[in-house]
């Protein structure tokens, strides 16, 4: 049996709330849950094949383990006890492979409305030009909306993370609201004020001076 233990209210209604969105795509998708010195990472995987990601302060007994979705909502939500169900362990449903911890490079800051604008288009154009299943299509989703330099870098956005970021409410679209984007050599990340995305990507590419 795991054991979870947000630090505070805060920290717990920050956990539901993460739970909870996951949940309105599929209560049995899978979050991961990984204990950080004190704090607690959660991961979740997305109908738009990008990670989402979210950290709360708190412990985690044992200090890694997977559970679905709507278990960890219930949990949270429902439980009045400083110490968390999250549900029967699933560790064997995580399939996708997890960001590196460290070696990030932020390449620039971005204004959280264009990106909402971004992903308010995208959703114009699945729309009116839906897929075989009367979604997004692949071709859609994949095509990069946005091309971000800095640090030296060159790195392309896809629509999928955009789409990923808007419905899980990452990023408010406050005046002067600003979400930054980092890289590694083979993922990308968008950060925001409420959690983060995140997708593998191609080999970075200098910036051509």
């Known amino acids: 049996m795991a054991v979870f233990i947000p630090h505070d209210t805060v920290d717990r209604d920050d956990a539901a709330a993460f739970a909870g969105r996951v949940a309105r795509w599929d209560p049995s998708g899978p979050v991961r849950l990984r204990a950080d010195g004190e704090s607690v990472r959660m991961f979740a995987t997305t109908p738009f094949d990008a990670l989402v990601s979210r950290t709360v302060a708190g412990r985690l007994e044992p200090r890694d383990v997977t559970v ?8 949270l939500a429902v439980s009045v006890r400083a110490e968390v169900d999250p549900g029967t362990v699933v560790d064997a449903s995580w399939r996708s492979q997890l960001p590196p911890p460290g070696g990030w490079i932020r390449v620039d800051d971005i204004p959280a409305q264009l990106l909402a604008d971004l992903a308010d288009q995208g959703v114009t154009q699945a729309r009116d030009n839906p897929g ?27 629509l999928r993370m955009l789409f990923a970021l808007s419905g899980m409410g990452f990023a408010p679209t406050d005046p002067g609201e600003q979400v930054r984007v980092s890289a590694t050599d083979s993922w990308v990340r968008i950060d925001a004020r409420f959690g983060a995305v995140l997708r593998r990507r191609h080999s970075l590419l200098p910036l051509l001076m």
């Open 68 to 75: 679905h979705a709507g278990n960890l909502l219930s949990g």
């Open 132 to 158: 075989p299943a009367g979604g997004a299509s692949t071709s859609l989703l994949d095509s990069e909306v946005l091309n971000v330099t800095g640090a030296g870098m060159n790195v392309s956005v896809p």
